[in-house]
């Protein structure tokens, strides 16, 4: 049986070389033969065995170097954690980067995806100056916001002495934090792809009818496309969410590597300092090892709850 569709789209006279092979089913073991590699190098030795490696670390004494220097101390790692206010401090300071910059990058990605989704002139090329900051590297990204706040001969320092202000180091102040989260939320470009691929998947037919019936733009965005959205918006939140608990390049990479405030000392750079060699990487790995079981919790919850908030259509259909 030929293919019509690849019969039709090349000429006449070049139809003779399209090849007609009959469709056939495959055997089933090729699936697992092509995720072979995945399976046994991906998650069992990369994933799975580091997952094991790091739990049963967390219940000793090690400082990283190969030697004598291994001790079992069963639960008193995870005693410490009870006591360790720097942990407590860096957990604190992580949920409060998280909420600000999960919030900030759904809303502006949403709001990105909503107004180039329309047809204006030149939409386009404002879809690609907004993705553009998605392909570039968070290290290049944090060259370049160091370089505006940089002390003293920073962009913003020198707005700021032209203004009549005071030049402070911001990266050594509080600021640092702002600096973090401004970066993040620049790179708002693939959210907004990912939206824009939700938006264009709802029916125009619903819209129209919406719009028949009277219904403002205002409502018919928040009682028809942002519950049609709901999914888009449950992944975007649960990644942020994963994202922003492993960020660690970020901060680093605003201060060209050279240590973190303290305002920026999030849960993952607090991690580094107890896993690096000379430490306590079993103390290290029990702080993993709690974060690891936090965010399994949070996503089991978070998904047993987006059933009450969350539309899926095929589960209306299949009722």
Known sequence: MAVPSLQRAVPGWLRRFVPRRRWRRYPPYLFYLF????LLVGFLFLTSAAVVVNTVESFTTWDGFVGDHLHWWILDNYQALVHDSGLRDS????????AITVTASVIGSLGLAVFLNQPHR????????????????????????????????????????????NVTDMLDTDTAFVAVILMSVWQLGMGMVIFM???QGISPELLEAACVDGSSKVQTFFRITAPLLSPVILFQVITGVISCFQAFVAP????????????????????FGSLAPGGDCGYGAAVLEIGFVFLLVLAFVIFRLSARFVYYESSVEGR
């Open 35 to 38: 995720i072979a590699s995945w």
């Open 91 to 98: 957990i604190k300071q992580t949920f409060e980067y998280t």
């Open 122 to 165: 030149g939409v386009r090329f404002f879809r690609s100056v907004f993705y553009l900051p998605t392909a570039i590297s968070i290290v290049v990204a944090g060259m370049a916001f160091a370089t505006l706040f940089n002390y003293p001969s920073g962009l913003i320092n020198d707005v700021v002495l032209h203004l009549g202000g």
């Open 197 to 199: 691929a939700g938006l």
């Open 252 to 271: 680093m990479a605003l201060r060209g590597g050279n240590g973190v405030q303290s305002s920026t000392l999030f849960y993952m750079l607090y991690v």
